[in-house]
């Protein structure tokens, strides 16, 4: 494997991680998926926000924090970039006027990247981009399997009248068959709702609901290798909402709720899911403008990392 074919992240020791083109991880920026087997992707959207704004930001300020990032994960001793191909594809052109038709500008890009036979790992935006890269993924895969970890359970029928919000994508994800709900598992939620039985539709419909209260205090990988049967069963997408983490953690975002998760146990979600079939993933909700110190961009950073280190062929 030589470098050309595998295109590797800027060392340090070439140019000092404060300089150069803050490109996600530092990767060549290619103009499309052609030839990669994995590729960044950001979508600079936010026009599905309910609360705080920003997350058109969010893309820009992940990559500015990956800088930091080395391209080996010592922990788990993965090698992504000497096993598979990827860049950073840059962001999609969502239109600034209008969320609809931003979300067909959305699934148009990723209806691409999946022609080219590449996984995207997507650097968000708001939740509302699920929507749309769950309808590419699902004319190619059919229902797919969804590790959805977030505060919300992004299930509302409509948000102010509207279908297409960032808190209505999976139900949406439901009613058009993009997702199995059998195979669908939420982690994470929590909070003040407006009725007592919010999380309860993705039950009704066949969900796995882990609620934050049920993950305080403890280890998440016990709960990963309990999943892993019904997970193993098909292509699974990762979508991994930053407010899932404590503010503690992760500050800067629309609509963060106390009590969350904790960063090791976030890392615990991701690397227990290795091994099985992911098509993508995205990390979502990240809002630079509530996140002053960075923390946020650069957990999220390390997240869309860790998405690519159990993407198959990785080893
Ligand atoms: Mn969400
Ligand atoms: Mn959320």
């Given at each position: 494997?030589s470098?050309?074919d595998h295109?590797q992240?800027?060392?340090g020791?070439?140019?000092p991680?404060?300089g ?11 103009e ?6 994995a590729c ?5 959207f936010?026009?599905?926000?309910s ?15 990956s ?20 860049a950073?594809?840059g ?17 148009a ?13 997507t650097?968000g ?9 769950l309808?590419?993924?699902a004319?190619?895969?059919?229902p ?5 970890v977030?505060?919300?359970?992004d299930i509302n ?5 509207e279908?297409?919000?960032h ?10 068959g993009l997702?199995d709900p ?9 909070g ?9 539709w993705?039950?009704?419909q ?35 909402d ?7 953690y ?11 998760l904790t960063v090791?146990?976030a890392l ?8 099985l ?34 993407l198959?062929?990785?080893?």
């Amino acid at each position: 494997m030589s470098p050309i074919d595998h295109p590797q992240p800027l060392s340090g020791n070439q140019m000092p991680r404060s300089g150069g083109i803050a490109s996600m991880m530092r990767l060549p920026v290619y103009e499309s998926a052609a030839g990669l087997d994995a590729c960044f992707v950001g979508v600079p959207f936010d026009l599905g926000t309910s609360n705080r704004t920003g997350t058109r930001f969010g893309p820009r300020q992940i990559r500015a924090e990956s800088v930091l990032l080395r391209p080996y994960n010592v922990a788990t001793r993965k090698a992504p970039f000497e096993r598979l191909r990827v860049a950073d594809i840059g962001d999609v052109a969502i239109n600034p006027y209008n969320l609809h038709d931003s979300i067909a500008r959305i699934e148009a890009k990723y209806d691409d990247i999946l022609r080219h036979g590449a996984k995207p790992v997507t650097l968000g935006g708001d939740h509302t981009i699920a929507l749309p890269i769950l309808r590419a993924l699902a004319k190619q895969h059919g229902p797919v399997g969804l590790v959805h970890v977030d505060a919300h359970a992004d299930i509302n029928d409509t948000m102010f009248g509207e279908k297409i919000a960032h808190g209505t994508p999976f139900r949406r994800a439901v009613e058009e068959g993009l997702i199995d709900p059998a195979r669908t598992v939420q982690i994470g939620l929590r909070g003040t709702g407006y009725a007592a039985d919010e999380f309860d539709w993705g039950r009704q419909q066949g969900f796995t609901v882990i609620e934050a209260h049920e993950c305080w205090h403890h280890s998440l990988a016990p709960l990963m290798r309990e999943l892993r049967p019904k997970l193993s069963a098909g292509p699974l997408y990762v979508s991994f909402d930053i407010d899932s983490l404590d503010p503690a953690y992760a500050p800067g975002t629309g609509t963060p709720e106390i009590g969350g998760l904790t960063v090791p146990q976030a890392l615990e979600i991701i690397r227990g899911l290795d091994g099985l079939d992911i098509i993508g993933g995205d990390v979502v909700e990240v809002s630079p403008p509530y996140d002053p110190q960075g923390t946020t961009a650069l957990v999220a950073a390390n997240i869309a990392f860790e998405i690519l280190c159990i993407l198959p062929g990785v080893g």
